[in-house]
């Protein structure tokens, strides 16, 4: 059976993902850092009672070497990874004036974190093997108010491209999905504070809608598999046409 990782499984497109792959028969290892969301999703989807679930904030290097040295043990393998894990943004405001703990949390979420599983995942794959950064159209445009979280994604947008150099030679396959505004949690959260959100940024996308976790998840998988096995450093952009404004 093949052996997929999705970090941050528990919500939006990490649970999109999770569930697919089970569907796809993969054996599916998760983290995240709450187990009681996580257990609220088993109970909404029996079927995620398969995956091999972890607790585990992998901005913590300990946590993250703790759940790489597990999947080592019990898998000795990994097949595919998708780096998906993000909280909720820290850094968010004028550069100027975000406290620099703030701006070193969002580099090290965003950015440290996503660099640190990618180096472990590829010390688990062989030929075949298939990864997919999450991305963001952030990582792509300027975005004032979230000048860190976007220098976190531009910086795993040059990660994507050089690391997929380095390891096509080895028959492992690097890109990125660059997701736009999607409905998830985290949005239905902002919708509540500020009602009207969904509205006015559906406004500004050409599509004039927010993509759903499923659409996101088409490309992560469509990447992931043979379907793309000529594609390699390639970041594809899902997002409405927001991009292109």
């Known amino acids: 059976m093949k052996v ?6 528990s919500q939006g497109i990490g649970l999109e993902t999770v569930r697919r792959l089970v569907a796809e028969n993969y054996q ?7 187990e009681d969301v996580w257990q609220q999703q088993v109970e909404r989807y029996p079927e995620l009672a398969a995956v091999d679930y972890h607790q585990a904030d992998i901005s913590d290097e300990a946590q993250l ?3 790489f040295s597990d999947i080592s043990e019990q898998y000795g393998k990994l097949d595919v990874a998708v780096n998906n894990a993000s909280p909720a943004l820290a850094s968010r ?10 701006l070193q949390d969002t580099l090290q979420q965003d950015f440290w974190a996503q660099a640190l599983c990618l180096q472990q995942e ?4 062989g030929e075949g093997g ?5 991305s963001s159209v952030n990582g792509l445009r300027p975005t004032p108010n979230a000048a860190m979280y976007s220098a976190a994604k531009h910086a795993i947008e040059g990660l994507t491209r050089s690391v997929a150099l380095e390891v096509i030679g080895q028959g492992i396959r690097i890109n990125a999905v660059a997701p736009g505004v999607t409905w998830t949690p985290r949005w239905e959260a902002r919708e ?13 996308v050409p599509a004039k809608r927010y993509a759903n976790a499923s659409e996101i998840v088409d490309a992560v998988l469509f990447l992931l598999s043979e379907k793309a ?17």
Request: hydrophobic letters at 50%; charged letters at 15%; a positive charge.
């Open 4 to 9: 997929a990782l999705v970090t941050g499984g």
């Open 28 to 34: 599916v290892i998760t983290c995240s850092r709450r």
């Open 65 to 67: 070497y703790r759940l």
């Open 93 to 102: 405001g004028q550069f100027a004036e975000v406290v620099s703990v703030a």
């Open 122 to 125: 590829l010390r688990l794959m």
């Open 130 to 134: 298939a990864i997919v950064n999450l």
């Open 192 to 204: 509540v504070e500020a009602p009207g959100t969904r509205a006015d940024v559906s406004a500004v």
């Open 229 to 245: 096995s000529y594609i390699v450093g390639h970041t594809l952009v899902v997002d409405g046409g927001l991009s292109l404004n």
